[in-house]
């Protein structure tokens, strides 16, 4: 079956460590999205990828890290510099037509120890 | 910008009771309209969506009517049951092709009880 699939689904990080989020797709979607998930605050873009090889900012891309070298995986990176990392991190992609929607992998929960 | 508005949860009814969650959006032009369901430790998924003005999205009993001239994509049930507890996000989607990206709203916790 098609998905996304998104790795680890609980991590757990010391201050000062970096850690990778993992998402990867088989769906052949072009687009692949990251968000954050906060209590009470709904999703907040993080970083998005068009295309292979390119990607840009969100809303709140400070602290954070990707890379697109595979049209099938959009790794997250959370880095030292994200102060407040503690969070549910989602994973989207979408075809070239948006009106279909995002399909959304299951999550991975972060908590810094 | 663009934004959505959802109205404060938790909502809290009875099984088979009447379900409205109301949403609001400010766009610029002419967004998609979508509502996704979350549940317990879940990512998001898709429940329903409308692409212009006056359409009706609707699954599994969901119905949420596309209003241009209220800008509103409120989503009702005319029976929940306790199967449906859940958070719902309504968001709008902006920009074309890949480059559309989706504006969420803060997401309405709906609790059923027997």
């Known amino acids: 079956d098609g998905g996304i699939t998104q790795s680890p689904k609980y991590l757990f990080r010391k201050e000062g460590q970096n850690v990778t989020l993992s998402c990867e797709q088989n769906l052949n979607h072009d687009a692949m999205y990251w968000y954050r998930q906060d209590p009470g605050q709904g999703l907040r873009l993080i970083y998005y990828?068009?295309?292979?090889?390119?990607?840009q900012k969100g809303d709140i891309a400070e602290g954070y890290s990707v890379s697109r070298e595979k049209k099938e995986s959009f790794p997250l990176t959370v880095t030292s510099a994200q102060k407040n990392p503690t969070a549910f991190y989602l994973c989207?992609?979408?075809?070239?037509?948006?009106?279909?929607?995002?399909?959304f992998g299951s999550g991975t929960r972060l908590t810094v120890v | 910008g663009n934004s959505v508005t959802q109205m404060e949860g938790p909502v809290t009814l009875s099984e088979e009771a009447f379900l409205t969650i109301n949403c609001t959006y400010t766009?610029?032009?002419?967004?998609?309209l979508f509502w996704y369901v979350q549940y317990p430790g879940e990512g998001l998924q898709l429940l329903l969506k409308a692409t212009k003005a006056d359409d009706k999205g609707s699954n599994k009993g969901f119905e949420a009517t596309y209003r241009k001239e209220t800008t509103s994509f409120h989503l009702e049930k005319g029976s929940v049951q306790v199967s449906d507890s859940a958070v719902y996000f309504c968001a709008l989607s902006w920009g074309t092709g890949t480059a559309s990206k989706l504006t969420f709203g803060t997401g309405t916790r709906l609790q059923v009880t027997l």
């Open positions: 766009a610029t032009g002419y967004p998609s």
């Open positions: 990828s068009q295309i292979v090889n390119d990607f």
């Open positions: 989207a992609s979408q075809t070239a037509f948006e009106i279909y929607g995002y399909t």
